[in-house]
């Protein structure tokens, strides 16, 4: 292992919080436009969720790396982290879309919800209650295969299973919208792993990259996504594109210290986690009575209170503060 990745900093990077928000929010406009039938100009915001697996990346080996316990006691930490607020959305999926399946069937779909176990067999999707689910189990996969085995690669070959696997995307994926359906499952694994190791290398990286400002990640981040239907490249390249230039280039932006609007991004941050889990059961519901705004106040409102109420909880069953006040950048990291 490079001798560049050494124990973490302890000083929270506030940019990379920012751009977790942003990317959450990207994809929330996504979703608002599918509910509602809207123009799309947010149809390739699933590339967020690209940039949360380098994000995982790097945000893992920040805290982990030198250190990595048993993978078995990572993985734990990591679902005591994640588990409650995806139970939430798993709930309000059940409450939204159950009503529409057969009993058993919506039974099956809410109990590998809230277990995180993909339904195969469903034609909806991996996750049909919460179909943004596949992503946080992939992140755990990733995870798991970081604390086994990546940690003890050296950065050359990271980036080299970084390469391997966008060429294996190159060769085999439409686009990068992967993963979420059964037909294109199997290529989630290499679309998780292309920027995770990524995500990786450039921490241990980080003392030999440009500093690049702030400002120019969370530009970068929404420019190209709103950009890329406009230009002449193919889905494939415009996608790799992100993933391997964008993406990187946003997360070394993030890394310098932020600047106007501080606040009210490092809150988005805060609330980009929550928020990913539980917007989209609350849009598709809220698309049948009410117009976007009120759908979008919803979903905020709810991930809010989501993150409040699992935070309080924590704090009363392991007798910590609580710190939902504290947005962190270390442990959440999916839109994660």
Not at 7 to 28: N, S
Not at 138 to 165: D, K, Q
Not at 197 to 224: H, M
Not at 229 to 245: K, S
């Amino acid at each position: 292992m490079d001798s560049s990745a050494s124990a973490p900093d302890r000083q929270r990077l506030e940019g990379l919080d920012a751009l977790r928000g942003i990317a959450a929010f990207m994809v929330l406009l996504f979703h608002v436009e599918y509910a509602f039938g809207l123009t799309p100009h947010f149809q390739r915001a699933y590339l967020s969720v690209d940039f949360f697996f380098l994000l995982s990346g790097m945000v893992m080996a920040r805290q982990y790396e030198g250190r990595f316990p048993d993978t078995a006691a990572f993985l734990r930490k990591r679902l005591a982290r994640l588990w409650p607020v995806m139970a939430i959305g798993a709930a309000l999926g059940t409450i939204v879309f159950a009503p529409q399946m057969p009993p058993l069937g919506a039974l099956m779909a809410c109990l590998m919800g809230l277990l995180l176990v993909p339904w195969l067999g469903s034609d909806k999707g991996l996750f049909p209650l919460n179909p943004p689910a596949w992503s946080i189990l992939f992140e755990l996969l990733a995870n798991a295969l970081h604390a086994a085995v990546l940690h003890r690669l050296a950065t050359g070959w990271l980036l080299a299973i970084s390469a391997l696997c966008g060429a294996i995307l190159l060769a085999r994926a439409p686009n990068l919208d992967l993963g979420a359906v059964r037909e294109y499952a199997v290529l989630g694994v290499p679309r998780v792993v292309m920027s995770y190791a990524l995500g990786i290398a450039l921490w241990r990286l980080r003392g030999r990259l440009p500093r690049l400002p702030a400002w120019l990640g969370l530009a970068l981040v929404p420019a190209v996504i709103v950009s890329l239907p406009r230009t002449a490249l193919t889905p494939l390249y415009g996608d790799l594109g992100f993933a391997l230039i964008t993406a990187p280039l946003a997360l070394i932006a993030g890394l310098s210290p932020l600047g106007f609007g501080r606040r009210a991004l490092v809150w988005l941050g805060w609330l980009s986690f929550p928020l990913y889990a539980v917007h989209y059961p609350v849009l598709m519901f809220m698309g049948k009575f009410t117009g976007p705004l009120p759908a979008v106040l919803t979903a905020l409102g709810l991930a809010w209170l989501s993150a409040h109420g699992v935070d309080a909880l924590r704090a009363r069953l392991t007798g910590t503060p609580a710190q939902a006040t504290l947005p962190p950048c270390r442990i959440q990291t999916a839109p994660h």
